[in-house]
Each structure stands twice: as C-alpha cells, then as structure tokens.
C-alpha cells in the first residue's frame, strides 16, 4: 500500500475512553510501522476541534474508539458526512450492534440463540425480583461491562440499587451459567473462537483489562463440532447485522445442554495489548500490522460517495 495520511480516532467520551486510548496508541504505532503518516485524535464533543483536528481531510480515518459516540453509529454518521472513507462497521450496523435490544431481536429472528431477556424499569425491580434468581442486569448500550450487575444474592440485588447509574430502562436476562467464548470475525470468515476464564466471578471490567485477571485459551478447547459451531453463529451474528470489516461476538456456551447463547456482538473490538481480536487473529496467522493493514483495505462510506 502506498504511503496514506491516517487519523486515528481514539479517546471519545465514553466510560471506555481509557482503553479507546491503549487501542489508539498501539494502532498509531502499527500504522507507523506501515509506513503510513499518523494524526492522532482525541476525539470529545466539541465537534469544531474535531473538523480542525480533521483538517486537511486525511486520505482514511481509522475508528480506534469504543463504546457510547464512537461505536453506536453516531461518529460514523459524521464520518458519512464528511465522506472520509473509515474503518470497521458502517453507520446502521454500528447502531444496531450497540442496542442490545435491536439487536437481540434481530438474532432471535434470524434463529441465534440469545439468553431469555426482558425490558424493565428501574421502579419494577425496585419493588420485586424481576425473574427467579439468577439473572444478568444490564445497560441497554454500554460496553466493557460496565454497569453490568450478575444478581445471584440479596446482597447483589442491595449492591445493585446503590451502584446503578444506567438510566431508567434496564434489560434483565436470564445468567446462563457456563463458558465464555469469543469468536473474531474478519470479512466473510470468522477466524477463530477463545475462551476466557476470569478469575472473579465474571468477566468484569478490571478482568477484561489487568493482566493475568483473566486466562485466555485460544483456541477454545471445547468440541470440534462445538467449535465449528460456534464460529457459524459468530461469522451469522456479524451478516445478519451487516457489519463490516472485523467483530467479536460474546457467546456462553451452557455445556450440558450443548447450546450458545449470544450475549452481544462488538463492533469496534479492543486493539489494545490485552484485546482478544488481536490474539485470535495472531493464532490464525494474521500479524497486528497484517490485521491493521486489511482493515484499512477494508475502509469505505456506505452512503455518502467518497471523497477520494
Ligand atoms: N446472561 C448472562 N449469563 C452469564 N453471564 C453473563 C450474562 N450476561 C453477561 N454476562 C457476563 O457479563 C459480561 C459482560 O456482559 P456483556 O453483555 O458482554 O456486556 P458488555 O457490553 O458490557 O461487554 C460477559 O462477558 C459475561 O461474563
Ligand atoms: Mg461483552
């Protein structure tokens, strides 16, 4: 690839800004390696520096950001506007994917199995169980598990009451007890599945980025058939969405019963030195600067033509 002038996306105002940053850095420094020039951007809401930062317009932007703003469709709405050509998924998949409730209603149509869920307010659960114990609450669009409260005890409801900071509408699931799997997909192929065992109870925020909180097995030592399995859903989950260039999606896999459950779909995956997309890519022979150099062959506007 010729030499380009990439600004690299990163920070934002989410609750997952730090780890936005760890991913920028370590894509600006891979992009670098590949030759290319690097503007580094952090991006905030004040949308008159971002055109500044953004000024002369670079040849292709990478999206290194993460959750609320930077993964949900709304920076890649204006990155339509302003027809830079981007990377990963497009303005509708990005929406879709981050709105656990769009989304979950599109894999149960398209037969993807996802844990049995409901929509309920804040003031219901305050006044009773809202399904047996146990059950997941959770925001209706955050990431990195943050808000995300697993109640198996009175003691967890109480903690719940006192923490929640999510807004009045809460979606409540089913816990599926069982492993944790991952499947990257890049393209038309999902290219791996891992599984993670964190060493707390679940797979929480300071286990997804401490090292050694969590162990990684990749690959995922479950069947063959399993396995198999479980990318076919992967790879189903990113088209039925119509997400492009690279996702992981989140399974718990419930052994006994041999059956998936899709817990979430992400579209812009962690690049950071911790991140599984990177470690499934490397174990089927893609590099970081090989998985960063196709993503950037990936980079496209769906709606606005480009301006270049
Ligand atoms: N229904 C569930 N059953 C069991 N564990 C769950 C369930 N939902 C979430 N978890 C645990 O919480 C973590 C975060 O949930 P997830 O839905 O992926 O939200 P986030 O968008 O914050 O990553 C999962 O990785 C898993 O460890
Ligand atoms: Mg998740």
Sequence with gaps: MTKKRIAVLMGGWSTEREVSLDSGRLVGT????LGHDVIPVDVTRN?????????????????ALHGVGGEDGAIQGLLEIIGVPYTHSGVDASAIAMNKVLSRKIFERE???????????????????????????????EGSSRGVF???????????QKEWAFGEKILIEKFIAGREIQVGVMGDK????IEIRPREEFYDYTAKYTPGRAEHFMPAPISTEAYEHVLNLG???????GCRSVSRSDFMYDEAEDK????????????SPLSLLPE?????????????????????????????
């Design 280 to 308: 499934i890519a490397a174990h089927s022979g893609v590099s970081f600067n090989q998985l960063i150099s196709w993503m950037l062959d990936q980079a496209k506007c769906d709606y606005a033509p480009c301006a270049h």
């Design 150 to 160: 697993i109640i198996k005890s009175e003691e967890d409801f109480k903690r719940f």
């Design 190 to 193: 999902a290219i791996g599945a």
């Design 111 to 141: 037969g993807i199995a996802v844990p049995p869920w409901k929509i309920v307010m804040k003031k219901d659960i305050d006044a009773a169980h809202p399904m047996p114990l146990p059950y997941v609450i959770k925001p209706l669009n």
């Design 30 to 33: 891979a992009l670098q390696e």
């Design 47 to 63: 949308l008159n520096q971002l055109m500044i930062d953004l000024t002369p317009k670079p040849d292709i932007i990478f999206n």
């Design 260 to 271: 998936f459950y899709l817990l979430e779909i992400n579209t812009q995956p962690g690049m």
């Design 235 to 241: 790879l189903k989950a990113h088209t039925v969405l």
